[in-house]
């Protein structure tokens, strides 16, 4: 038997519950209050009698055109639900547990007027969210399963392999740097800058992401640099067994350059030292899903699920949707 509690309640038994088990940075308290607000974000949760948890979702709360939204925060993958791992269960068994405790997820989420939400299932099963009305489109990632070295070499393409040695032939050489955020603030800076599309927050936010990161050691920067100039880096943050390209980009005065090969090489090996799979925190477009997936990546989906209770709005997204 479960029950649910109230989102205040929830917000404080998970806080606490997060300081005594391996919960990934995306579920964290301290991820969501830097992203959304400490007041705009909640949880729906289902526990257990004796206060253990059997599962749980976040989500954040947002106002744009007099309209309450409930969505997920920026620079975050996907919508914290978390699920009991069930190890020792049967399959069968899991598989109807997971579904009433989506169920009951799903129940607690606030009746506003949109509600839009990416989700990362273990198994996929989203069918509570179909019989409770949400449209559900996938999103996709790409993942590599990290392996020994020689394998992963092996398992590039062969055009990734010679622009990964052209790239150190042309002197690119890589440098991992876990403390250095504002060299690599400036490169993300100029980047969004060029491409005139917003960072999605503020440096100050993600330093402080940073300062929560670095203190858990779950995280580290890659730099790859000619000489002592910044031609590419990358954010990696660990979570659990795996490895996610969480932000990171090609310097805009440098568009040309093979850096991000060798850059992006290296941190699948460093992240098969402490890692089983990594996550490209992938892209729809199809250039940059290409590149990934010549680097041995296979195409995982994460799954985008909304609801809206107002018809012209529901119009507007559909017609959203077709625009592409």
């Not at 729809?284 to 010549?294: D, E, G, L, P, Y």
Request: proline share 6%; glycine share 4%; net charge positive.
């Amino acid at each position: 038997m479960v029950e649910t509690i109230s989102s205040h309640k929830a917000k404080q038994q998970w806080q606490k519950w997060c300081r005594t088990h391996a919960v990934p940075p995306f579920l964290q308290p301290w991820w969501w209050n830097a992203l959304a607000g400490e007041d705009r974000w909640h949880i729906s949760c289902v526990t257990s009698p004796n206060g253990k948890f059997r599962a749980a979702m976040l989500y954040q709360v947002r106002r744009k055109f007099g309209i309450n939204y409930t969505t997920i925060p920026p620079l975050t993958p996907y919508n914290g639900l978390w699920l009991d791992p069930m190890r020792d269960a049967k399959p069968h068994t899991r598989e109807q547990k997971y579904r009433q405790f989506l169920s009951d997820l799903i129940a607690q989420l606030p009746p506003h007027t949109i509600t839009r939400l990416t989700i990362f299932h273990p198994t996929g099963d989203l069918l509570p969210f179909r019989w409770h009305r949400y449209h559900i489109t996938p999103h996709y990632t790409q993942q590599i399963r990290l392996t020994d070295e020689p394998t992963l070499w092996e398992n590039l393409h062969t055009e990734v392999r010679r622009k990964i040695q052209k790239a150190r032939d042309k002197d690119i050489h890589i440098e991992v740097c876990p403390d250095d955020i504002d060299r690599f603030l400036d490169l993300l800076t100029e980047l969004h800058q060029w491409k005139k599309i917003p960072l999605g927050t503020t440096s100050k936010v993600i330093r402080s992401l940073h300062h929560h990161l670095i203190q858990r050691k779950n995280q580290t920067i890659l730099f790859a640099k000619k000489g002592q100039t910044v031609h590419a880096a990358i954010y990696l943050l660990f979570s659990h067994d795996t490895a996610y390209y969480w932000l990171g980009g090609l310097h805009p005065s440098f568009r040309d350059s093979l850096a991000m090969y060798p850059l992006l090489w290296e941190a699948l090996c460093l992240s098969a030292r402490r890692a089983a799979i990594f996550d490209f925190n992938g892209s729809n477009q199809r250039s940059i899903a290409q590149v990934f997936t010549r680097f041995g990546a296979q195409t995982i989906p994460r799954w985008q699920v909304y609801k809206t209770s107002n018809f012209l709005v529901e119009c507007l997204l559909q017609w959203w949707k077709k625009r592409g």
